[in-house]
C-alpha cells in the first residue's frame, strides 16, 4: 500500500509510516519528516529538551538502551558518523591543512616508533617478508575493494609491553578490525 506524506508530498509505502497505536492509524506524514521536525523543535527548545531527557533517565534507569546494546549503540554512532563525513567532505581537509604540523609530526613519531622497533639484527629475508605483507594487503584492497592494514599483533606502542616491527608479529587485517582493535593486543 502507498501512501502521500503530507510534509514531503512524496509517495512512499505503508512501511515508511509509524503506526498510531491509540488511533490504530498511520500517521500522515512519513518516519524521516517526523524524525526532522523533531529534530526542528529539539534544536529550537534545548533547554525543554534537554530537562525530558534528564526526566526520562531519572524515571528509566534501567532502560539505557546504550549501556544495554553497546553493539548497535556503536554501530548507530558509526553510521551517524559516515552520514557526518558525507555532508561534511571538506572538513577533513581544512583540518588537516589548518593543523598540518601536527599530523606531520604524528607521521614523524610513528615512523621513529617503528625504527626503534625494528631489530638491527633483521636479515634482507626478514625485510622482504616485511615488506610483502605490504604487498598482500594492497592486492588483497585491490581484489575486493575493502581496504586492508598490516597490524602488529603485540602493538609497537603498547601498554605495559611493546612488540617488534619483524615479520612473525605481522597480520594482514582489515581496516575496520585493525581500527577497532586499537592499541591492544589480539592475542
Known amino acids: 500500500m502507498i501512501q502521500i506524506c503530507r510534509k514531503c508530498n512524496q509517495a512512499k509505502p505503508i512501511e515508511e509510516y509509524q503506526f498510531h497505536r491509540v488511533s ?9 519528516c ?7 523543535w529539539a534544536a529550537k527548545n534545548k533547554d525543554k529538551h534537554n530537562a525530558s531527557q534528564r526526566k526520562w533517565r531519572k524515571k528509566n534507569p534501567d532502560r539505557e538502551w546504550k ?18 563525513v558525507k555532508r561534511n567532505p571538506e ?22 616508533l617503528q625504527d626503534l622497533a625494528t631489530p638491527n639484527w633483521l636479515t634482507a629475508v626478514n625485510k622482504a617478508q616485511i615488506q610483502e605483507m605490504y604487498d598482500i594487503a594492497k592486492a ?5 575493494s575493502v581496504e586492508y592494514h598490516v597490524d602488529h599483533i603485540i602493538p609497537i606502542n603498547g601498554k605495559g609491553v611493546s612488540g ?4 612473525w608479529n605481522l597480520q594482514v587485517i ?3 578490525e585493525n581500527l577497532r582493535k586499537g592499541n591492544k593486543s589480539c592475542l
Do not use: D, I
Open 24 to 32: 490504530g492509524k498511520h500517521y500522515q506524514t512519513c518516519r524521516r
Open 34 to 40: 517526523r524524525q526532522l521536525q523533531s529534530y526542528a
Open 67 to 84: 549501556l544495554q546494546n553497546p553493539e548497535k549503540a556503536r554501530e548507530s554512532l558509526n553510521k551517524a558518523a559516515r552520514e557526518w
Open 91 to 112: 572538513y577533513h581537509r581544512n583540518h588537516y591543512l589548518a593543523n598540518k604540523a601536527m599530523y606531520v609530526a604524528n607521521r614523524a613519531r610513528r615512523r621513529a
Open 140 to 144: 588483497r584492497e585491490m581484489q575486493t
Open 164 to 167: 617488534l616491527h619483524v615479520p
Open 174 to 176: 582489515t581496516a575496520k
